[in-house]
């Protein structure tokens, strides 16, 4: 089934089924990486993504020939912090019930999107606009919209942290 025909169909601009496709997308994958990683690895990954973007962002320009070698290397520095985190951290979502589930899909949703928006970053934006709309790629990639993916986790991990520990 084509989405984008679907809502073609019933009047919806090509752009807003690409961002659509794009939510629904994401939403995916956060329910599979959240179900998959669990409340364990969770924060751990979190904290992975930011060394290995800070780390990313550190190495000169010039050692990067082609953003797929900063992109390889920021994706491979996540894999091997993730593979050797538990020597370094040890931080998990805790509670159980109806709202630990919820906390773990919106935590898991938050990195896939962080994600997303630092691959998005990294890629030229020629390359990532012909996958998402433009309006997308403003609300992953632009200057502004990296900034607040990077805080909104962070945000959310201090809300929940105190609302559990009322």
């Not at 752009?15 to 329910?31: C, P």
């Not at 060394?51 to 894999?79: E, N």
């Not at 993730?82 to 509670?95: A, C, M, N, P, V």
Request: no cysteine; hydrophobic share 60%; charged share 10%.
């Amino acid at each position: 089934m084509d989405l984008g025909l679907l809502l073609g169909k019933l009047g919806v601009s090509q752009a807003l089924t690409q961002d659509i496709s794009l939510l629904i997308i994401i939403a995916l994958l956060s329910f599979v990486f959240g179900m998959f990683i669990g409340r364990y690895k969770l924060i751990t990954i979190l904290i992975n993504i930011y060394v290995a973007f800070a780390i990313t962002t550190a190495v000169p320009v010039k050692y990067f020939t082609d953003y797929s070698y900063k992109l390889i290397f920021f994706l491979a520095g996540v894999i091997i912090l993730t593979l050797i985190s538990k020597r370094l951290f040890e931080i998990y979502i805790s509670g159980s019930g109806s709202g630990f589930l919820w906390r773990v899909f919106v935590m898991s949703f938050l990195e896939v999107v962080f994600l997303i928006s630092i691959i998005a970053s990294i890629v030229p934006k020629n390359v990532v606009l012909d996958y998402i709309s433009p309006t997308a790629f403003q609300y992953l990639a632009s200057d502004i919209a990296r900034i607040a993916w990077m805080i909104i986790p962070l945000a959310f991990m201090f809300f929940i942290h105190k609302r559990l520990n009322r």
